[in-house]
């Protein structure tokens, strides 16, 4: 969610602090895990071996809730912060080991828990485990199933409560308001599964939510059942994972599956996934949070916010075991939102704790301590990992662009320029470097090629985004090879091929009236897609100075927007693996009007394109020239997941001109604002500065657009979250400007 750059936000002690009171109450199941490795699964009627040389591993601590609760206590970074369990455990061997498991971990039992059953047996749980680290599993309820009468008596008798006596009593151990009292005495946040009685969820959600000051997230995985509306209005979150939203959605409107002829697919479309989590609120749930496995995570807040999160880059040597990492991901989830993060950053952290918990084999036994989570982060940051792989998954597949993680330098292997701060490629208008030549005393300024050697004594510089057909031809380079030999040689690498249709198709590119001629610029995109894998990028803006038209009644609009529609289709089924990202402009001199004029109609453009690797690239001198505010179009296209990137400048827009000035420096405030929405919408692309420094030292001129872009993402991110809701809620504009006024004196 994915990455040119590392798109991990580093995870430290010092930035997860603990910030919020309270405790965590964990309700659910816990079993004593039996691992059966095993090379497929049984069909009907047959037996299969244990893969050969491998043993069965038997009562390993496993259940939703215990996982959970032991997840939820390590990764606290307060120590005086507890986390109970509220389970039921039976009467043998296993109940003794899963027992000490939670005395081991500080889980604690509340008394309303500590009593066997001495009639059933502990749930177990048998885990067929693959090679590959993918699992299956049968699940016997045992206690977890029929050990909590008392509870369900409690609900029955709340049910009834307005015709029973007040002084109704339950047997065998009722749970009483006493009971109820000391159990959420101290609990700001509960945690509950579906591996137990629907009942007792009821109880204690209902509860929780009459006691106020309580969150309740409900995990939808174990037993596949129905959801009441009351239930959902219960919790504050709802966390499915993917199939367990789809069937989720079809117990509510089982018209959903309309769309796709009757069936769902197995992996639905990030847009698929918000679609179904605003069923589930239009029948009652708050916020959705839907696990994605190696696509990552999605969270659809009550406010209507769509918060998208990358699966961190694993390789599928480093997959043991996926049993636990759903649950690490839930308790995570919970202990950074007690502690008061926004929701982004509750989504990294519990998506780091749910990547190091698959390195490892055992529910319980795979949770990882805080500790290990930030050595994990430390460890990407120092290691060239192969980052094109997504968890679990040895190879990606160029069909399936959104499932994988795009290119990406660590900040600790980029030559010049990045760190944990800033972790992204930087880029500089390449033309640039033909101005004020005679302040270079490098050689000749005649070509491409010594142009990246002028650009390369830019402090901070880390990638070249190279024009075509511009920059290539005539002798500049001996092959593509020889472009990006010379790129490594000056400790650069390639960001993105820029298309620049040559003045044969001024009458229209992809939109000339001449079939050939527009056969003949698809073809063009098409080069360039390939000159970018050549040179070891994997993305292509397009930005055509002629797709649009001078006067009214000039051109057919409709045809002209289904022209572009199936320029882009076919360019993105010839390159799968590669992203194609419009630049649209309003107006220019070469074309008055463009076809697609805002950034309304070109996120209306990609959605009809409708391809993962067709996306959008922002220049905020042409959101300027539209009348835009370049932040709420960031924001547009970043819940969408389509900001494929950003070329950064700044302007007065005197009759509608492209200026180039530097970053922020006719609109500090408005800049400010564009970074706020960047770090807020997880932007994953490169950052490129589309400037015209004629005047200006072109060197020095980028050195200081690295320097302030780095300074107003630094405030960007010091901008208090609770401060900045208080206005927005408020629509207080005195109180946003006061924010924006620290926010800049501290640059």
């Avoid at 509340?110 to 502990?122: E, I, K, T, V, Y």
Wanted: contains cysteine; proline residues 4%; negative net charge.
């Amino acid at each position: 969610m994915m990455f040119r750059r590392l798109a991990i936000v580093i995870i430290l002690a010092s930035v997860f602090a603990s910030k919020v009171e309270g405790n965590i109450l964990v309700v659910g199941s816990i079993n004593a895990d039996t691992f059966l490795p095993v090379s497929r699964l049984p069909t009907e009627g047959e037996n299969v071996m244990l893969v050969p040389g491998k043993e069965a591993t038997v009562d390993v601590p496993g259940g939703k809730g215990c996982t959970q609760a032991v997840a939820a206590s390590k990764l606290c970074l307060d120590t005086r912060r507890t986390v109970s369990f509220a389970g039921q455990f039976g009467n043998d061997e296993a109940a003794a080991i899963l027992r000490q498991c939670c005395d081991d971990e500080n889980v604690i039992i509340p008394s309303l828990c500590q009593r066997h059953h001495s009639n059933l047996p502990s749930g177990r749980g048998y885990v067929f485990l693959s090679e590959s680290g993918a699992v299956s599993a049968v699940v016997s309820g045992g206690s977890n199933e029929k050990g909590w009468k008392a509870w369900e008596s409690a609900w029955q008798k709340r049910q009834r409560k307005h015709s029973s006596p007040p002084n109704d009593t339950i047997e065998d151990g009722a749970v009483s308001a006493k009971d109820l009292d000391k159990l959420f005495d101290g609990i700001t946040c509960i945690l509950m599964q579906r591996e137990v009685p629907e009942y007792v969820n009821r109880l204690v959600a209902t509860e929780a939510r009459e006691r106020g000051g309580i969150v309740v997230l409900q995990d939808i995985g174990g037993e596949e059942r129905e959801i009441s509306k009351e239930m959902m209005e219960a919790c504050d979150y709802i966390i499915p994972n993917e199939s367990e939203l789809i069937r989720l959605a079809l117990s509510l409107d089982s018209s959903v599956l309309k769309a796709s002829a009757g069936t769902e697919e197995d992996k639905p479309s990030s847009e698929r996934v918000v679609e179904l989590a605003k069923l589930l609120q239009r029948y009652g749930a708050r916020n959705v949070l839907v696990t994605r496995g190696a696509r990552g995570s999605t969270l659809v807040s009550e406010s209507g916010e769509v918060f998208h999160q990358a699966a961190f880059p694993l390789e599928a040597s480093h997959v043991v075991d996926e049993t636990g990492a759903g649950d690490c991901y839930r308790a995570a989830f919970a202990v950074a939102l007690l502690e008061g993060h926004p929701p982004q950053r509750c989504m990294e952290f519990a998506t780091a704790a749910g990547c190091c918990s698959v390195q490892k084999q055992g529910a319980v036994p795979s949770t990882p301590t805080r500790r290990m989570v930030e050595a994990w982060f430390n460890k990407i940051r120092s290691t060239d990992s192969v980052l094109n792989i997504p968890r679990g998954d040895g190879q990606s597949d160029s069909n399936k662009l959104e499932e994988r993680s795009p290119r990406t330098l660590s900040a600790a292997t980029n030559t010049r320029g990045g760190d944990a701060g800033f972790p992204f490629l930087i880029g500089s208008r390449l033309n640039s470097m033909k101005d004020r030549p005679e302040l270079w005393g490098g050689g000749p300024l005649k070509s491409p090629r010594d142009f990246v050697k002028r650009q390369s004594q830019i402090e901070g510089l880390t990638a070249v985004d190279f024009n075509y057909p511009q920059h290539f031809g005539d002798g500049h380079w001996d092959s593509n090879e020889d472009a990006r030999k010379a790129l490594a040689d000056a400790g650069l690498v390639a960001g993105a091929v820029c298309l620049r249709y040559p003045s044969k198709f001024a009458r229209g590119a992809m939109n000339h009236p001449s079939a050939s001629l527009r056969e003949e610029a698809i073809a063009l995109t098409k080069e360039a897609a390939q000159v970018a894998l050549d040179l070891g990028c994997n993305e292509v803006v397009v930005w055509s100075a002629y797709d649009g038209y001078d006067y009214g009644f000039q051109v057919d609009y409709d045809e002209k927007w289904d022209q572009l529609i199936d320029a882009f289709r076919q360019c993105c089924d010839a390159f799968p693996q590669v992203k194609f990202s419009l630049e649209y402009k309003p107006t220019d001199e070469n074309t008055r009007f463009f076809t697609v004029p805002s950034t309304g109609a070109a996120l209306q453009l990609v959605d009809e394109i409708d391809r993962p690797n067709m996306g959008l690239t922002l220049d905020m001198g042409h959101c300027l020239m539209a009348g835009e505010n370049p932040a709420q179009s960031i924001a547009m296209v970043g819940r969408k997941q389509k900001l494929f990137g950003v070329q950064l400048n700044d302007g007065y827009t005197r009759l509608a001109a492209e200026d180039g000035m530097m970053f922020g420096s006719i609109h500090p405030g408005m800049a400010l604002e564009i970074m706020y929405q960047l770090r807020r919408t997880q932007f994953e692309g490169h950052f490129y500065f589309d400037t015209f420094p004629q005047r200006t030292d072109p060197i020095k001129e980028a050195e200081c657009n690295i320097a302030r872009v780095k300074a107003f993402w630094a405030a960007a991110a010091a901008i208090s979250e609770a401060e900045l809701k208080k206005a927005t809620d408020n629509h207080d504009a005195i109180l946003a400007l006061e924010i924006v006024n620290r926010a800049l004196r501290s640059l």
